[in-house]
């Protein structure tokens, strides 16, 4: 468009977001809906990360991890789902441009944190898995601290990005952005600017936003699959399996929802559909992921409550052994990497894993070598 018909075009300060849809006898269910989704995310979450941070038991690598998780998409949920209720509850469905562009850079910063979340504890649960000897070196707080921050970086600086070159858009009408929060492909419809180069540029960066991040999980898992299916014993599988489980399950409800969302066709007949796609990617994920990740603390509060059997079992052995420099110790099932106080007679004993060797994969059926500092 040539600079004179820009000029007499108006360019708009505020849009408007139409929603889940226009029906006045929806709205009150809708916000009930949703404010119960909200509600139990960040009750879920908040409690996942309080019960992380507060038991020594779960400090590990993929608990850390899960930490984080759990804190990207408290505040996921909080830059779309706050909105939407607003706007049930006072039918002020306006949002202005910068308002706009502001709830986009976020949900575009979380959204690509959390596909390089989701591969670096893939490439957690790989190690774990399949190379069990190098687990403890390659996967030491340095790195977590590493990969977790390179994660929330890298969202942040593709989501900016991408945020300027559409905020640098000419949006002159309509005003009606058929979506229920600032979403890119609805954004760019109302632009009268060019936006053939932002097309481009935002496919090339899809590569570094999404594919690699998931084809890097994908291959971290065909390895892990490999791994366990070459365990001779059931039992054996089950057990190697049950430590990623509820990752897998994550990533597959992620990445499953995610392609539909964006390969799903933005036509008339069926926008109504990739809204509904949308608000289960977007806000029904962030509800059932902690679902997902409280299956694995169930069974961790399992482990829990055999710790006193397993402290009193250290307990005699700490006395038998205390003049040693360190023991030989096999157990199933135990928490690895952990550090554990315990008091023998009037000694203050910290035990800490020197040296994990595993029977094949399996990271839950290990002989522990256990130094006294």
């Given amino acids: 468009m040539e600079r004179g018909e820009w000029d007499n075009q108006t360019v708009l300060m505020e849009f408007l977001l139409l929603g889940l849809g226009d029906a006045h006898e929806f709205q009150t269910p809708f916000f009930l809906l949703c404010l119960t989704i909200y509600t139990v995310t960040m009750v879920e979450n908040i409690l996942i990360i309080v019960l992380v941070v507060t038991d020594p038991h779960l400090h590990t690598p993929m608990y850390f991890f899960l930490v984080n998780l759990s804190s990207l998409e408290t505040c996921y949920s909080s830059t779309i789902l706050p909105r939407l209720l607003a706007s049930f509850l006072t039918g002020d469905r306006t949002i202005s441009v910068q308002g706009c562009m502001a709830q986009f850079f976020f949900y575009g910063t979380f959204a690509t944190s959390e596909c390089y979340l ?9 190690l774990a898995i399949c190379q069990p000897l190098l687990y403890a070196s390659l996967m030491n707080w340095k790195v977590c601290l590493q990969t977790v921050a390179g994660s929330w970086v890298a969202g942040l600086l593709i989501s900016t990005g991408i945020t300027s070159f559409i905020s640098h858009q000419r949006f002159c009408g309509p ?13 760019l ?10 097309r481009i540029l935002i496919i090339i960066l899809s590569f570094p936003d999404i594919v690699f991040p998931f084809l890097f999980t994908l291959a971290s898992y065909v390895c892990i699959i490999a791994a366990i299916l070459r365990i001779p014993s059931s039992t054996g599988r089950h057990k190697a399996f049950s430590t990623c489980s509820s990752h897998f399950t994550m990533v597959i409800v992620f990445y499953g929802t995610l392609i539909i969302v964006y390969m799903l066709p933005r036509t008339a007949p069926l926008r109504q559909l990739n809204k509904m796609f949308f ?5 029904l994920t962030l509800l059932i992921n902690p679902l997902i990740y409280s299956l694995r603390n169930r069974e961790v509060k399992g482990a829990l409550r ?5 402290r009193s079992l250290f307990h005699h052995l700490l006395i038998y052994a205390e ?11 135990y928490p690895y990497r952990q550090t554990v106080e315990l008091q023998a007679g009037e000694m203050e004993f910290k035990v800490s894993k020197g040296l994990i060797l595993l029977q094949g994969p399996v990271t839950v059926a290990s002989i522990v070598f256990i130094q006294f500092e």
């Avoid at 989701?118 to 957690?124: E, H, P, Q």
């Avoid at 003049?323 to 099932?333: F, G, I, K, Q």
């Fill in 118 to 126: 989701l591969a670096v504890t893939s490439y957690d649960r790989y």
């Fill in 175 to 187: 005003s009606a952005i058929d979506h229920f929060f600032c979403e890119e492909a609805p954004l």
């Fill in 189 to 198: 419809e109302l632009s009268c600017s060019d936006t053939g180069m932002i």
């Fill in 279 to 283: 608000f289960f990617y977007t806000v």
């Fill in 306 to 310: 055999c710790c006193d059997t397993r």
């Fill in 323 to 333: 003049s040693r420099l360190h023991m030989e110790l096999v157990l199933d099932d």
